[in-house]
Antibody, heavy 125, light 107 residues
């Protein structure tokens, strides 16, 4: 059974770094795009960024200066680091998988087909 | 950024009703669109990919259509388990963007 599981602190202080890990089980981490998505309380969904199994990344421009996504294929894990957090970063954070699509020789991610259950992160002193 | 305008933001319907939700993209996205259902406290679940392909295991009362800038999710006969919030997602251009959501409530 394919599963994604987020883990990390549920409480982060303002100005500190939010760190989360997504552990992938039941499927080889290769050949997929692995994304982070968040949802602020009572709000809609926001894509944060992805990492391809090769290590290439794409980030939301509004978060790019604070964001790092890494992958460890040997552990079947990928991670999120978001620095200098504020209350606006309080949200449920999801990890998700996308297959790759090809168009004109260009590879890009399909719509997310598999999601973790999500983990709530609160930014507060 | 491509803006995804989803309408309506909420609707009230009865079991057995036909429900239609629309997403409009601010520029053409071919058929690079997915539809998701989210229930409270749960992760979104993909219903439709490629604008019109039904995800395995999803009931056939769900269908998607459209291409370019206008897309539709239709539930042909609303069932009690369909009361949820629905989102569209464009994955054609970066950053990937979601619609604002449509909350389907019981009338």
């Amino acid at each position: 059974q394919v599963q994604l599981q987020e883990s990390g602190p549920g409480l982060v202080k303002p100005s500190e770094t939010l760190s989360l890990t997504c552990t992938v089980s039941g499927v080889f981490i290769g050949n997929y795009y692995w994304s982070w998505i968040r949802q602020s309380p009572g709000k809609g969904l926001e894509w944060i960024g992805y990492i391809f199994y090769s290590g290439s990344t794409k980030y939301d421009p509004s978060l790019m200066s604070r964001l790092t996504i890494l992958i460890d294929t040997s552990k079947s894990q990928f991670s999120l680091r978001l620095s200098s957090v504020t209350a606006a970063d309080t949200a449920v954070y999801y990890c998700a998988r996308s297959a790759g699509l090809l168009y004109g020789g260009y590879s890009y991610p399909d719509a997310f087909d598999l999601w973790g259950q999500g983990t709530m992160v609160t930014v507060s002193s | 950024d491509i803006q995804m305008t989803q309408s309506p933001s909420s609707l009230s319907a009865s079991v057995g009703d036909r429900v239609t939700i629309t997403c409009r993209a601010s520029q053409g996205i071919r058929n690079d669109l997915g539809w998701y259902q989210q229930k409270p406290g749960k992760a979104p679940k993909r219903l439709i990919y490629g604008a019109s392909s039904l995800q395995g295991g999803v009931p056939s009362r769900f269908s998607g259509s459209g291409s370019g800038t206008e897309f539709t999710l239709t539930i042909s006969s609303l069932q009690p388990e369909d009361f949820a919030t629905y989102y569209c997602l464009q994955h054609n251009s970066y950053p990937l963007t979601f619609g604002g959501g449509t909350k389907v409530e019981i009338k």
